[in-house]
């Protein structure tokens, strides 16, 4: 299994423009997550989905959207970015155990500069 | 005041000595996560646990649901050990979702 991949590592972007934020997982997981990492800060919870047609926002949703339409794919829509978005983007996953607790794994991240 | 406090912000430690970190929540959760970050930035899963003790290798994570306080302990430190080290508090969410409420990390760095 592959885990969790997200594409690209590395994005610089100009004020206004839009990009997405690729996110797939092959564990088959129920669960995804977005969270963005600011320098020095604590990791923040952007969007979060529990299958496919459900998400939900979480703490910082502001200026992203999100969608689901596969169990594997969980895309970040970032329209009109902002110099405030420059963070590292991490996407997660996380399915049922039989402890009902969910373990969440993460990907490598994504590393965007808007300037 | 943050939700998920850690202490220390920063440890160096020598080879082989016995570390502590702690983390301190204000809320009710569903469960503690305890994740290591890289230097290289990935983010790694250690624990997850709602009660008691665990025990991974050399890393023993326990909780206090009562004192709303959790410790990750590290036994006979090692350089490879140096990383940072993230607390995070699971609140139950829309059907099943853990909502993750993260601490500011802890960065160690043992010397060998």
């Known amino acids: 299994n592959a885990g969790v991949t997200q594409t690209p590592k590395f994005r610089i972007l100009k004020i206004g423009q839009s990009m997405t934020l690729q996110c797939a997982q092959d564990?088959?997981?129920?669960?995804m997550y977005w969270y963005r990492q600011d320098p020095g800060m604590g990791l923040k919870l952007i969007y979060y989905s529990v299958g496919a047609g459900i998400t939900d926002k979480g703490e910082v949703p502001n200026g992203y959207n999100v969608s689901r339409s596969t169990t594997e794919d969980f895309p970040l829509r970032l329209e009109l970015a902002a110099p405030s978005q420059t963070s590292v983007y991490f996407c997660a996953s996380s399915g049922r155990d039989t402890s009902y607790l969910y373990e969440q794994y993460f990907g490598p991240g994504t590393r965007l500069t808007v300037t | 005041k943050n939700e998920v406090e850690q202490s220390p912000q920063n440890l160096t430690a020598q080879e082989g000595e016995f570390i502590t970190i702690n983390c301190s929540y204000s809320v009710g959760i569903s469960a503690l996560h305890w994740l290591q970050q890289h230097p290289g930035g990935g983010i790694v899963s250690l624990f997850m646990l709602s009660s008691g003790k665990k025990k991974h290798g050399r890393l023993i994570a326990t909780i206090n649901i009562q004192e709303k306080h959790s410790s990750l302990h590290i036994t006979a430190s090692h350089p490879r050990d140096s990383a940072v080290y993230i607390c995070a508090v699971a609140s139950p969410s829309l059907q099943g979702a853990q909502k993750l409420v993260f601490g500011q990390g802890t960065r160690l760095t043992i010397n060998p």
């Open positions: 564990m088959n997981h129920n669960y």
